[in-house]
Nanobody, 123 residues
C-alpha cells in the first residue's frame, strides 16, 4: 500500500519557524516530483512548493518565496518543508503529494496524497 504521511505541524506564533516532513512508503519516490499543498479553513487546496526528481529544480508559490524551503532525501523517501517567518495567513492543513513517471514539469498531475498536518500561526 502506497502511503504519504505528514508530520511536524503545530501551533506557533507569528515569526516562528516550523519544519514539516512527509515520508513515503510502499514504493520508491526517487523518480517522483514531490510537492506541498495547503488548505486554509473555508478555502480550496492550493499549491505551495514542489521539488523535481531532477537535481536543483524547485518552484514556490509567490507568497512563500524566500520564507519556505522544500528539500528531499531519496535515501529516506522523505520531502520536507522548512518554514520561516510564519504568518497567520499561513494557517492551514498542509498536504504532501507526489507525481510519478519522471515528469519534467513541477505541477503534477498528482498521483498520491497524504492526509495532512495542521499548522496554526497565532498573531
Amino acid at each position: 500500500q502506497v502511503q504519504l504521511v505528514e508530520s511536524g505541524g503545530g501551533l506557533v506564533q507569528a515569526g516562528d519557524s516550523l519544519r514539516l516532513s512527509c515520508v513515503g512508503s510502499g514504493r520508491s519516490f526517487r523518480e517522483d516530483t514531490m510537492a506541498w499543498f495547503r488548505q486554509a479553513p473555508g478555502k480550496e487546496r492550493v499549491f505551495v512548493a514542489a521539488i523535481s526528481w531532477l537535481p536543483d529544480r524547485t518552484v514556490y508559490e509567490d507568497d512563500v518565496k524566500g520564507r519556505f524551503i522544500i528539500t528531499r532525501d531519496n535515501t529516506k523517501n522523505t520531502v520536507d518543508l522548512q518554514m520561516y517567518d510564519l504568518k497567520p495567513e499561513d494557517t492551514a492543513v498542509y498536504f504532501c503529494a507526489s507525481a510519478s513517471g519522471k515528469k519534467l514539469n513541477l505541477y503534477g498531475p498528482w498521483d498520491y496524497w497524504g492526509q495532512g498536518t495542521q499548522v496554526i500561526v497565532s498573531s
